[in-house]
């Protein structure tokens, strides 16, 4: 499975870009729990279009294209007033959705199931049993109003489940995001229209949970 370790690339000119990671995928691949279309306008355009915003707004500021993304969203209180929103939602939606397909892969082969090994313990010790943790996923998810995520973090080896508005990134808060789902309507609305449980009951059948736990494993 491809991993996204770099947000950025030198351009033709060589000049340091962010740039759109390929899908470790094809489009079709998480049918029918996401369907194709979805996934072809959610990472050509929705995903693309953070990218292009955050190049843009930090060609204002070229001095932060040699900070990773990581750093900036880290330190988004120190990046300049006049584009400090834009890399926090961009930004936040370049690093959000590079995360998110890599923790997704084809139902059966890759995703679904329950984690084992160290973050199977770990869920079971902070939320008791597996699917305790996935029910508290679903609600943050369901109940979270209007468009945002709901993550599972790890800080200080802590797991914690989370709601978060817009493209809010949980390193923000000191935290570090290994699983996430994203209820932007723009994520399920061509094959769910309103029924927001139904995606993310769905969506639990594409959870790669072999790169949620080497995320895990890295955080620690
Ligand atoms: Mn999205």
């Known amino acids: 499975m491809a991993q996204v370790k770099e947000h950025r690339a030198a351009g033709t000119s060589g000049e340091i870009r962010h740039v759109l990671p390929e899908l470790p995928y094809d489009f079709a691949a998480l049918e029918p729990y996401i369907d194709t279309q979805t996934m072809q306008i959610h990472h050509g355009k929705h995903h693309q279009a953070y990218v292009t915003n955050l190049n843009n707004a930090l060609s204002k500021h070229p001095e932060l294209l040699t900070r990773s993304l990581e750093e900036l969203l880290r330190g988004i209180n120190a990046v300049p007033d006049d584009i400090r929103t834009t890399v926090r939602n961009n930004g936040g939606g370049h690093h959000n959705h590079s995360l998110f397909w890599t923790i997704m892969a084809p139902a059966g082969n890759g995703g679904g199931g329950e984690p084992s090994g160290k973050l199977g313990d770990a869920i079971k010790r902070t939320f008791g049993e597996f699917a305790k943790f996935k029910e508290q996923l679903s609600t943050a998810a369901t109940s979270q109003f209007g468009s945002g995520w709901a993550w599972l973090t790890v800080a200080n080896g802590k797991l914690e489940v989370a709601g978060r508005p817009n493209q809010d990134s949980a390193l923000m808060d000191e935290k570090i995001p290994i699983l996430g789902v994203d209820v932007w309507e723009h994520a399920y609305y061509l094959k769910y229209q309103n029924r927001r449980p139904e ?18 494993e890295a955080a620690l």
């Open 199 to 216: 995606y993310v009951t769905a969506w639990w059948n594409v959870v790669n949970w072999q790169e949620v736990a080497r995320r895990y």
